[in-house]
């Protein structure tokens, strides 16, 4: 079974199976597939008709039309979504506002979110973009809700359009910079990428995480700036691939100088009032950022001993964590460059158990101090996972599903929990249920949840049932973990089994 820390980032489409191309009955977007010539005939014809309303400022129709174009093509952004936010944002400045359509609307599709209904939540909120173009909310739901239906592209557009909002208010949302990013990323648009990280880090400058990972994306800029044409005289690519590293170089500079400056900052404003917690671990918080562990963990354990607030021995914790996860990093690049060294082997082994040992004792403490807490069950679970300590796992996640955000997670750690304890049809059961509940079929929790299933079909000796999922997972994925090997021994031995009979 896989190991849950293992995740890579591609975004999925719903169900199981690769879906075909359909219209827009019933009000649904049509899926991932390619639309029939006629279909795309129908949505252009919506898309000319509601530019023309547009230009007569009918803009009600117009937007009508749009809507229902979009719902037979939900890709099309020229035409479609930006028409509409075009067209949404004249009828605004014409002097007509949502009304209570727009509330309701914006209910409805917070509503078909929780139910776990994406397709329905797309149009509830699509249209109540179309009477209120320009909140910011609003926009970043549509973002989200886009990319859970693989419909990436829009979903860039509506961040776009959402970032570009959210920096007109006085307090910029970071999570549009970051899911930005994310999806950018996703299409090694680097550039692009570490633009919208360095716009999350002015609105929250103490996120540690997001210096490494604008570390990383300067890195990755400078790696994609170095593959030149081949045309290029090797001179050329000498002084680019120069003129690349020294660009991620001054970035690495930019972020350290920004670092030095803000702790200067925190450590006058703690000075002046060291007995606020709040300073307190912003300042331990820049320490570890530079580099200064032994420095943060003296101001926290001071500030605990000082007072025995429980935040205090929490944030010790996570920078103990993150160095374990530091040195494994580590250990692992190392490995890679001499995978024969078998001594980095043991190191590394040991580190993991001595990692695993400490992060159990720490969510079980955790736990108990935040005993409603669902997110550290989740985390309680999979520390008892790691330990082997499956029923005690079984506890944590049954009760991590009860958080719509865990809920799928949870279910697929359940499986693998049941799995574990060769519980295969309990097991199954739990993939199923996931499944069934997640529409993004190909991104990580997606194709982990497919493989599980077919591996648990598999221990059950249901061969036809873990040959069409093994082969739902490699037209998705073809090097995905060993699922083409799975595939191609059940199928010899199916047709062994044939053969004989």
Known sequence: ??????????????????????????????????????????????????????VRGNYDYALRLYLDGLKI???????????????????????????????????????????????????????????????????MQMMQTARRLNLIDVAIYYGEVAAEETMRVRRPQKQIFTTLADMYESKQDFQKALDCLTLAIRTDPGDRTLDQRSKNLAAQVSIASSKLESVKGFHDIILDKAQAAKSATQQVIRTQEQLQAQFQELKAAWDADQSNPAKTLALADCHARLGNIDAAMQLLQAAFDRNREYRFKARMDDIRMAEFRRADRELTEQLAADPSRADLKAKRQQGRAERDAFELEVFTERQKQYPTDMNVRYELGVRQFRQGQHDDAIVSFQQATRDPKRRIPALNMLGRCFFAKKLFQEAQGQFETGIQQYEMATDPLGKELRYNLAMSFEAQGKFPQALEWYSVIVQQDYQYRDAAKHLEALRRKLAETESKS
């Open 1 to 54: 079974m896989p190991d849950p820390e293992k995740k890579d980032q591609t975004a999925g489409g719903a169900e199981g199976k690769p879906a075909g191309a359909q219209g827009a009955e019933g009000g649904q977007p049509a899926p991932a597939g390619e639309l029939s010539p006629e279909l795309r005939h129908m949505a252009d014809s919506y898309f000319e008709r509601a530019a023309q309303a547009t």
């Open 73 to 139: 093509d939900p890709r099309e952004v020229e035409k479609g979504h930006k028409a509409l936010h075009d067209c949404a944002v004249k009828r605004r400045g014409s002097g007509k506002g949502g009304g209570v359509g727009s509330l309701i609307g914006q209910m409805k599709g917070m509503f078909s979110q929780t139910l776990g209904r994406t397709k329905d939540a797309y149009l509830d909120l699509l249209e109540t973009l179309s009477r209120n173009p320009q909140g910011v909310n609003l926009l």
